[in-house]
């Protein structure tokens, strides 16, 4: 079902530095940068090993990211687990009666689609499913 660790998702407040850091102190490849109207971030991508770690900064003080860092200030957002058929994988843990955020998937970064399942129904965590455009 679950195929990798996509991606640990971090809210920032401000990406130039948090992809700086990264990138000049961490030694991260920057291997995508992207803004997302629809979820209210601008996003940066940075590879490590076989995994990424995405960076969010909120475009507003409406949207998800920016509600997290008013109440919890930066840091891990969010963990993303990579699968072959987002749509398999959501209904089965429907089925299962997990608690789903996202019932169907929705565009996410670089072309993929993805699904958050609710942190109550995953100790705690929001975790979101990746399917990759390319399916690597």
Do not use: K, N
Not at 52 to 76: K, M, N, S, T
Not at 115 to 124: D, E, K, N, R, V
């Amino acid at each position: 079902m679950l195929r990798a660790i996509d991606h640990a998702g971090i809210a920032v407040t401000d990406l130039e530095a948090a992809v700086a850091f990264y990138r000049d102190v961490l030694g991260m490849a920057l291997v995508h940068r992207e803004t997302l109207p629809e979820q209210g971030v601008r996003a940066a991508l940075l590879d490590v090993g076989e995994s990424h770690v995405e960076l969010l900064e909120p475009l507003d003080a409406d949207g998800g990211v920016a509600r997290f860092l008013a109440r919890r200030g930066p840091g891990l957002h969010h963990l993303a687990y990579r699968v072959d058929d987002i749509d398999a994988v959501l209904a089965s843990l429907s089925a299962a009666g997990t608690r789903l955020i996202d019932a169907a998937p929705r565009a996410g970064i670089r072309g993929s689609r993805v699904a958050f399942l609710h942190p109550s129904a995953t100790a705690g965590v929001l975790t979101e499913l990746v399917a990759p455009a390319d399916h690597h």
